[in-house]
T-cell receptor
Framework: NAGVTQTPKFQVLKTGQSMTLQCAQD?????MSWYRQDPGMGLRLIHY???????DQGEVPNGYNVSRSTTEDFPLRLLSAAPSQTSVYFC??????????????FGSGTRLTVV | LAKTTQPISMDSYEGQEVNITCSHN???????ITWYQQFPSQGPRFIIQ?????VTNEVASLFIPADRKSSTLSLPRVSLSDTAVYYC?????????WGAGTKLIIKP
């Protein structure tokens, strides 16, 4: 049982480049989220989805796009990378909303550096 | 939204009980309280969740007083492998507030 799988684990981008961070879960969870984690800033919610075809913005959505065409996959797209997007990105899934019963299952993260 | 405050760091010794408290004065009626553990280069891992009173599982206990303005994660008989960062999360329906994390260091 893989849980939540994120790829790639590490990525270096040049300013202005675009890329997609992949996230897949095999637990049939309806709810999926993307977080970024910066030193001293804790975890901040970027976007989330409550089911296939339904997404919404979190606390820090600017510069990121998401879509959810299947229950399993929830990719995060960086449209035009900026140094301020250097961070560790975590994908998480849950069978209820993240603050509700059961909690999140997190992936192992993607460490992104924008130069 | 509830603001969560937790100590930045704590030290303890193997075999001791460790209690980490999170303050959340503005917690809403529907909010849950959840604790996560994170090791370096890994994603946070769910430890325990509660709504009120006391919850216990195989690894920890969570104490929540009647006013729910704080919560205490209790780790019994810690070992070196419990050295990690512990996060408190309060909220519901994606109105979520994460604490900044408590770095727990266990010494031999």
């Amino acid at each position: 049982n893989a849980g939540v799988t994120q790829t790639p684990k590490f990525q270096v981008l040049k300013t202005g480049q675009s890329m997609t961070l992949q996230c897949a879960q095999d637990m049939n969870h309806e709810y999926m989220s993307w977080y970024r984690q910066d030193p001293g800033m804790g975890l901040r919610l970027i976007h989330y989805s409550v089911g296939a075809g339904i997404t919404d913005q979190g606390e820090v959505p600017n510069g990121y796009n998401v879509s959810r065409s299947t229950t399993e996959d929830f990719p995060l797209r960086l449209l035009s990378a900026a140094p301020s997007q250097t961070s560790v990105y975590f994908c998480a899934s849950s069978y209820s909303n993240g603050g509700g019963a059961g909690g999140y299952t997190f992936g192992s993260g993607t460490r992104l550096t924008v130069v | 939204l509830a603001k969560t405050t937790q100590p930045i760091s704590m030290d303890s010794y193997e075999g001791q009980e460790v209690n980490i408290t999170c303050s959340h004065n503005n917690i809403a009626t529907n909010d849950y309280i959840t604790w996560y553990q994170q090791f370096p280069s890994q994603g946070p891992r769910f430890i325990i969740q509660g709504y009120k009173t006391k919850v216990t599982n195989e690894v920890a206990s969570l104490f929540i007083p009647a006013d729910r303005k704080s919560s205490t994660l209790s780790l019994p008989r810690v070992s070196l492998s419990d050295t990690a960062v512990y996060y408190c999360l309060v909220g519901s329906n994606y109105q979520l507030i994460w604490g900044a994390g408590t770095k727990l260091i266990i010494k031999p």
